[in-house]
């Protein structure tokens, strides 16, 4: 494992356009949060808020962040596929493997991105929480439903596995985040949508939808009454849906050709 | 034990049987040459023994072991084209074909000088020449001085200079006793190095072993005198010679066994012949290739 991290390093170590995607993937979630703190923290909002349980105090601040921070997990999601699709483009998953891993192992290297970047993600609310809640909040520091920023770290998750999943199927970046993108920010919420309609509270088991389900919005999502399982189901949903995509993704590398 | 063993291979592309059956060894110090004509299944067999490619059916032994990425990893790999990544220099590239083989960087700029790229090792990969890149690849092949290097048409895209200079590199390892296994179409480059061959075509392999075992190169005699059809009719007479053509300005006559070119000469003198031009000659391994490759076409 030492070994892949370390070859995985000198993939990126001088690569412009995974730094400056990993640095908007750390700034857009920290602004996203401050931008939204400071705005219902001032004039009428900030009176408006007090009705809605002081979303920016703890503990309420780890349901605000986790949510908004989930609106932003795209862009792990692109970084993701660029670092997978890349291999393909240049042809270096083959030479990888000529030059002595195993497919396996090459399936690892795009494993550690993911969790390196689900970490990433988990430790960067975590602190933006903590600096938020302690800028605008009125309490002290307390980690008191730090459970949401676990849900969001299991969306995150769920998410990338998503996204390395289309990259290995569709070896090509465009078209790959296209997919991606329509995925994510239509054809989950359309289905689950419908299938809500027709079978009540299982069209929250999609994808995505199941970790929005254990995140809702704060400022609005406690004023909709909504039917829905125990968070359990959710987060066996999600484990069940990243199994699956690791699934698909070894079995894919293990046997086609490169 | 053989470098690499193949066992009834076979590889299909939809319509397309790629390499039907393919069986072979490549014993240890030999430079094994894999011959064919484009689309033959050169690089298909390759790509099944580096992993890169799946086969329907067949198995392989590198080094008397099923290949896995540990094998791989003491073989020098060249197959296609050069896959590196476009933005890293050509010495970052290295350093990742190091980190995989599990080997330090301090081997690469030894290989980059040998390769004739150290001048331009800080320059990323999409900068090269279509020349330089194969050089690179070249360069990523040498690394860590493996004892057992696969090349696949190593000197496409290069100069004549860069051809001579990958064949020299060619044969100095030869030399130095490594294996080699070579996959071409170019039949010279094969000539000149191979002790051992494959011919392929349309994936099957017409037939496999040392150069001089499975070729039949029947040496044969261009001579000419003042009067050639004269010498031809001659030539015809000589025992154990099968043949006396005219072919512009000389006579070309094969024999039965390996001819004596100063009895030739006797020969002719003592039927009042005299010879201007007498020289042994080799069929080339073009023509032997094209006639084996012809024959079975027919």
């Known amino acids: 494992m030492k070994n892949i991290i370390w070859t995985e390093w000198l993939k990126v170590r001088t690569y412009r356009t995974f730094w400056v995607m990993l640095l908007l993937a750390v700034i857009i979630p920290l602004a996203a949060n401050f931008f939204m703190a400071n705005l219902f923290s001032n004039g009428d909002l900030k009176k408006a808020t007090q009705l809605m349980g002081q979303p920016f105090s703890f503990p309420a601040i780890w349901l605000s962040v986790a949510s908004i921070s989930s609106y932003t997990s795209g862009l792990f999601a692109i970084l993701l596929i660029i670092l997978t699709t890349n291999e393909y ?49 009125d309490t002290s520091v307390s980690f008191e439903d730090y459970r949401y920023v676990v849900y969001y770290f299991l969306q995150v998750m769920v998410t990338l596995s998503l996204a390395l999943l289309i990259a290995v199927l569709l070896k090509r970046a465009g078209i790959a985040i296209v997919i991606f993108f329509a995925y994510t920010m239509m054809i989950d919420n359309i289905l689950s949508a419908l299938l809500t309609r027709q079978f009540g509270k299982v069209g929250g088991l999609l994808p995505l939808q199941a970790g929005d389900e254990l995140l809702p919005v704060p400022l609005f999502g406690k004023m909709i009454a909504k ?24 079995r894919r590398m293990m046997k086609s050709d490169l | 034990m053989s470098i690499l063993s193949l ?40 790509g099944i023994v580096t992993d890169v490619l799946k086969a329907d059916s067949g198995t392989f032994q590198l080094f008397g072991k099923a290949g896995t990425a540990t094998q791989r ?89 860069g051809i001579a200079e990958v064949r020299g590199i060619i044969h100095n390892l030869a030399q130095s006793g490594k294996t080699i296994i070579l996959a071409s179409h170019l039949l010279d480059e094969v000539e000149k190095v191979c002790t051992h061959v494959a011919i392929l075509q349309r994936g099957q392999l017409l037939l496999s072993g040392a150069v001089t075992e499975v070729i039949q190169r029947n040496d044969f005699v261009e001579l000419s005198a003042s009067d050639n059809s004269a010498l031809a009719a001659l030539m015809l007479r000589y025992p154990g010679c099968n043949s006396a053509v005219i072919s512009g300005s000389s006579v070309i006559a094969t024999f039965d066994s390996y001819p004596d070119t100063a009895a030739i000469n006797g020969w002719c003198a003592n039927n009042g012949i005299w010879l201007s031009q007498l020289q042994l000659r080799k069929k080339s391994l073009e023509k032997a290739f094209l006639e084996l490759t012809h024959t079975s076409n027919s």
């Open chain 1, 89 to 137: 483009t240049f042809r270096t998953n083959r030479q990888n493997i000529i030059d002595g891993w195993d497919r396996r192992e090459f399936v690892y290297a795009k494993l550690f991105w993911l969790v390196a970047l689900s970490v990433l993600a988990l430790a960067l609310s975590t602190i933006i929480g903590i600096i938020v809640g302690v800028s605008y909040g």
């Open chain 1, 227 to 250: 039917e829905v399982f125990e968070p359990y189901v959710y987060i066996i949903a999600m484990v069940a849906y990243i199994s699956l995509a690791m699934y698909i993704v070894f």
């Open chain 2, 7 to 46: 066992q009834g291979i076979s590889k299909r592309y939809g319509a397309v049987q790629a390499l039907s059956g393919v069986s072979f060894d490549v014993p240890p110090g030999s430079v094994f040459g894999i011959l064919g004509p484009n689309g033959s299944g050169k690089t298909t067999l390759l």
């Open chain 2, 73 to 161: 990893r003491s073989i020098g790999t060249l197959l296609e084209t050069p896959n590196f990544y476009h933005y890293l220099s050509g010495w970052k590239n290295l350093e990742i074909s190091a980190s995989i083989k599990r080997r330090g960087a301090d081997d690469i700029e030894r290989v980059l000088k040998v390769c004739g790229l150290y001048a331009r090792k800080d320059a990323a990969f999409k900068t090269y020449s279509l020349g330089m890149k194969q050089r690179l690849a070249l360069a990523a092949v040498l690394l860590g001085d493996p004892d057992v290097l696969i090349l696949d048409e190593p000197t496409n895209g290069l100069d004549p200079s």
